[in-house]
């Protein structure tokens, strides 16, 4: 079947391209690629070593200065005076994680563990272009299918990524394509950010209304605390655990509605099932482990045998408020789960402090509305995502021309 061929465009190893857009193997348009050590070094401590990164150290366009250990000077000084990383220079991950890219933004000595590939880019290659082209799906899914399988961890052998077929345009568009790029990835990591400072000051603020610490105004007054055996006895609420719903039941009889698992945590959708139906206000918890407690607003759905669910059955409780305590409750790590959070388990595992029923309201409105918030910067984070996505396809391309 033949393939259209636009105009001012040709069919290269790497796809269609412009015409005025070379393709060549990687080693020519490279003044060295090369991993790091493979043999395992004797570690010391951070005062009497340098760092030693390993693949786990790159993770979405950037190399994380956290989690490394440290090498000898005497080893460090060997292999730094081989083969030295420095500023402008990419990291590429080839054993465990494939096909992870990132540009050194530091100056100090660090050495590379064989996990990395050291790639020291040409006169012809903007590095931080080279690491978008290298992060996209094409070169990813062409990493992914070159890996080898030996000893039971996957690897990439250098000399095929010396092989890749690179796409390089003139050096200025390849700085123009990489600061488009680059800033749509400030934005996204500025909405990163934003998000994460939401969800330490909505902890925080957990911190003190859950527990009568700051009040709403307008309340006051003692709170009750009762374990959730004793709300059970009172007839305020009900545990229960979900049915045994197999992929394979799922597969014969599917159906509309959404069915909850411990895989899906908070938003997901494990599949469809039409037994079984609920379609009220309830709690949801995984039951094999790790807690993740979840308000589930009324709607129908199931629930699978690795969840509980809780049934509010008393004006004294809010369900939202409740599910804010117990998730609350869950991040102080008070429970320990290794003996699983089964419903007979956790009746006795967690003390609710109930405050009246409209303060609940009140502190779980508060509370709600600070998730909405959450939502809608996850919501633009995602679309800014997916639109760097369409972005690198189109420009790394050569379908749309910045210059």
Not at 27 to 55: M, N, R
Not at 151 to 169: A, Q, T, W
Not at 209 to 233: A, M
Not at 336 to 357: G, W
Request: overall charge positive; proline content about 4%.
């Amino acid at each position: 079947m033949s393939v259209e061929i636009k105009e001012g465009y040709r069919l290269t190893e790497a796809g269609k391209i412009p015409d005025e857009w070379m393709v060549v193997p990687f080693s020519q348009v490279t003044d060295l690629i090369t991993c790091g050590i493979a043999a395992t070094p004797k570690y010391v401590a951070e005062s009497f070593g340098f760092p030693f990164l390993s693949s786990t150290n790159i993770k979405n366009g950037k190399i994380s200065w956290r989690d490394f250990k440290y090498i000898d000077k005497d080893l460090h000084k060997l292999l730094y005076k081989n083969n030295p990383p420095v500023r402008g220079d990419i990291l590429y991950s080839r054993v465990g994680t494939i096909g992870e890219a990132a540009v050194i933004e530091v100056d100090f000595e660090f050495s590379v563990y064989v996990s990395l590939t050291l790639i020291k880019p040409g006169r012809l290659l903007d590095s931080y272009f080279l690491m978008h082209l290298l992060s996209s799906f094409p070169y990813k899914r062409r990493a992914k299918e070159q890996v080898y399988l030996g000893g039971g961890v996957g690897n990439l052998n250098v000399d095929i990524v010396r092989k890749y077929p690179i796409v390089v345009p003139s050096i200025t568009e390849q700085r123009a394509i990489a600061t488009a790029l680059s800033d749509m990835d400030a934005l996204i990591s500025g909405l990163d950010q934003l998000i994460a400072k939401k969800r330490d000051i909505k902890q925080a603020t957990m911190q003190q209304l859950l527990t009568g610490q700051t009040r709403l105004p307008g309340f006051s007054g003692e709170w009750e605390v009762k374990s959730l055996g004793d709300l059970e006895t009172e007839k305020c609420l009900k545990l229960f655990r979900g049915k045994v719903i197999s992929k394979k039941d799922i597969e014969k009889s599917p159906g509309n509605y959404p069915i909850y698992s411990s895989s899906v945590k908070e938003n997901g959708v494990f599949g469809y099932y039409g037994e079984f139906m609920l379609d009220e206000e309830l709690i949801t918890w995984s039951v094999d482990g790790g807690g993740h407690f979840f308000y589930r607003q009324k709607h129908k759905f199931s629930v699978t045998n690795v969840c509980g669910y809780l049934r509010v059955g008393s004006p004294r409780i809010n369900c939202r408020f409740l599910a804010f305590q117990l998730q609350f409750l869950h991040s102080r790590m008070l429970f320990d789960y290794s003996s699983k959070a089964h419903p007979s388990v956790i009746r006795k595992a967690y003390e609710i402090m109930l405050p009246r029923s409209d303060e609940q309201s009140a502190i779980a409105s508060t509370l709600s509305d600070m998730d909405s918030e959450i939502s809608i910067l996850e919501a633009r984070c995602d679309k800014a995502r997916q639109l760097k996505q369409g972005m690198m396809q189109e420009l790394l391309t050569g379908r749309i021309r910045l210059i």
